[in-house]
């Protein structure tokens, strides 16, 4: 195999500098107000927090591969992380069980982003074999590497981990570049992974062009990006596809349960490729008419709403972030794939504050959870939505509705300070 960058193993061209929002420039204010011609609040008022669409569950989808579970389930380390059933949550919310998908530990990493950066980078760098659509374990592609490729990414913390993580299974080097502002948790675990760790006086979205744009410049570099914009939008592909194993591992697991459902999914949401994820999967045309189609929630901090604006105002707008303790989910733009998706498939978006972040942390721990500000933000917006009549409504939230709650990241992720 011969040197790579991003431009080589995804024939979508050469790496482009950045995301490019379609909307205000970024550092412009959010825009507000009701979109014009978009579904609106369903008592046709906006309220500034809370936005829903009442024909999404009529939105079909495409799944991701089947590959993609036979592909983690060969990769060392693979285990399902655990579906917690939570009654007391069910019975505080008036509905009739809630379950926390708890991604505390995957693949040894405290956030579930190694689905996504293991897939994508399997698939690009098969792409440069002769063997492109072979499902290459990486024991097998380690065998076929150049040394000098290394993988590159900008990351607020759990992705630029994973790249990491992966970066070092199979033996190549990794470059990751972060806001300054992020904890120092999160920088000591991408460095403990061998990477070169890039701080970066800046917000998340500027980091994202710097990685971009430092990827261009070296033919052996990997940029994977869990964020697409136009001209880059392969490799982020991938890394929703490989989302979609926490979603096969549900399916089964609330079958197990004996639970049926879902009826409501909660996501948290920061450039929308998780929740993307979850609507491909949940609105896939393959999903045979006897599973359920579930309300899909999206929930933001109130402090960088980028998704909540953008389904506002009917296409992606930019919006200026500022602090949030969820600093995952601190991102100004929608992932240009994701928005399609997201704007036809999620019933509703919420957004929360950081007391309404906190409580939920310190609530899921005391139930004996372990999640970080970014996982227990899928508890706090359920809390917002539940306790709305509108949007009760609005989702189908009920006495016998079947909740799952995404917690994404384990409090060592991004420890509350
Ligand atoms: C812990 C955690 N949860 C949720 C998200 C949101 O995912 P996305 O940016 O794909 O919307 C992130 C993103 O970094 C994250 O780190």
Not at 297 to 307: G, Q
């Amino acid at each position: 195999m011969t040197g790579t960058n991003a431009s080589d193993p995804a024939p979508s061209g050469p790496a482009p500098s950045g995301p490019v929002p379609s909307g205000p420039a970024p550092s412009g204010p959010a825009p507000s107000g009701p979109a014009p011609s978009g579904p609106v609040s369903p008592d046709g008022q906006e309220s500034g927090d809370w936005y829903s669409n009442p024909s999404a569950r009529d939105h079909r989808s495409v799944s991701a591969p089947v590959q993609v579970l036979d592909f983690h389930l060969r990769l060392p380390g693979y285990a399902p992380t655990p579906l917690r059933d939570c009654p007391e949550l069910a019975a505080e919310l008036g509905v009739g069980r809630v379950f926390v998908k708890e991604e505390a530990e995957r693949f040894g990493l405290p956030a579930f982003k190694m689905v996504g950066a293991s897939w994508a980078v399997c698939r690009a760098l098969a792409a440069t074999t002769s063997e492109p659509d072979r499902l290459w374990t990486f024991d097998e592609l380690r065998e076929q590497l150049d040394a000098r490729v290394r993988l590159v990414c900008a990351t607020d913390g759990n992705h630029g981990r994973a790249v990491a993580h992966t970066a070092a299974l199979l033996g190549l080097q990794a470059q990751v570049f972060v806001p300054a502002s992020i904890g120092q948790r999160a920088k000591d675990g991408i460095v403990s992974e061998g990477a070169q760790l890039c701080e970066v006086d800046a917000p998340y979205d500027d980091v994202v062009s710097q990685a971009a744009q430092a990827a261009a410049a070296d033919p052996y570099a990997l940029l994977v990006q869990d964020t697409a914009w136009p001209g880059y939008e392969q490799i982020p592909g991938w890394i929703v596809q490989g989302y979609s194993t926490i979603f096969r591992e549900i399916d089964a697991q609330l079958h197990d349960a004996g639970a049926g459902g879902p009826d409501v999914v909660v996501t948290p949401c920061g450039v929308g490729s998780l929740i993307q994820a979850t609507a491909a999967h949940y609105r896939g045309g393959d999903r045979g008419a006897e599973v359920s189609r579930p309300s899909l929630l999206s929930v933001e901090p109130e402090e960088s709403a980028c998704l909540l604006e953008s389904l506002r105002a009917g296409h992606p707008v930019a919006v200026r972030t500022g602090y949030t303790r969820m600093a995952g989910l601190n991102c100004g733009i929608v992932s240009s794939i994701a928005w399609p998706v997201l704007q036809g498939g999620v019933d509703a978006a919420v957004t929360v504050t950081e007391d309404q972040d906190l409580q939920a942390v310190t609530e899921l721990q005391r139930l004996g959870l372990d999640s970080g500000p970014c996982g227990a933000a899928s508890l706090a917006g359920l809390r917002v939505a539940a306790g709305n009549a509108a949007l009760r409504q609005a989702m189908d939230i009920c006495a016998s509705s079947v909740v799952v709650l995404l917690s994404t990241e384990s409090l060592a992720a991004n420890p509350v300070t």
